[in-house]
């Protein structure tokens, strides 16, 4: 089945405490990118990759860092996690960055 | 000018009726758009693409580009409970989608 996997689901985590969001995607794309979704701010993107080692910043990406070794994997990163940091996280990929994306399930983070 | 504005919502139909959702846009560069819904809590899940002035359907659904005025519409026929959720247009710019601040959209029984 054609999919984008993120790991964890939940996760709840205490200020400064390093953690790392994994992404993966199936379908051979290219390109891949991290949203965070706060309520009434909608989608805002945290980082893309157009192809492996090719990684740039998104609307947000203050406070994360990525990386792109692989094709099919693509984790966020959060160094020292600050209470801001606390959101709804969207992994998704698509062939390139003008076609039409798709969604991992999403991981819900609390920073205490 | 905002690149995306989605209609505002909330927006409330009774089951069984038409719901319509409107995207203007201000690239006229832009030569495809897409449809998410989202439920609560979920992810952004497709339901449409279209890369053509005009309409086009797919069941319930029809997706409508109108380029001269930079708007694109989506359609829901015979509307569902199963349908409330909130809608979110897209549409690549440069390397990257951008998205629209959707609109919640409920279906009363």
């Known amino acids: 089945e054609a999919q984008v996997t993120q790991n964890p689901r939940y996760l709840i985590t205490v200020t400064g405490k390093k953690l790392t969001v994994t992404c993966s995607q199936n379908?051979?794309?290219?390109?891949m990118s991290w949203y965070r979704q706060d309520p009434g701010l909608g989608l805002r993107q945290i980082y893309y990759s157009m192809n492996v080692e090719v990684t740039d910043k998104g609307d947000v990406p203050e406070g994360y860092k990525v990386s792109r070794k692989e094709k099919r994997n693509f984790p966020l990163i959060l160094e020292s996690p600050s209470p801001n940091q606390t959101s709804l996280y969207f992994c998704a990929s698509s062939l390139s960055g003008n076609n039409e994306q798709f969604f991992g399930p999403g991981t819900r983070l609390t920073v205490l | 000018q905002k690149e995306v504005e989605q209609n505002s919502g909330p927006l409330s139909v009774p089951e069984g009726a038409i719901a319509s959702l409107n995207c203007t846009y201000s690239?006229?560069?832009?030569?495809?758009f897409f449809w998410y819904r989202q439920y609560s809590g979920k992810s952004p899940e497709l339901i449409m693409s279209?890369?053509?002035?005009g309409d086009k359907e797919d069941g319930r659904f029809t997706a409508q580009l109108n380029k001269a005025s930079q708007y694109v519409s989506l359609l829901i026929r015979d509307s569902q409970p199963s349908d409330s959720a909130t809608y979110l247009c897209a549409w690549p710019s440069g390397s990257r989608l951008t998205f629209g601040e959707g609109t919640q959209l409920t279906v009363n029984p």
């Open positions: 690239d006229r560069g832009s030569q495809s």
């Open positions: 379908m051979n794309h290219e390109y």
């Open positions: 279209i890369y053509s002035n």
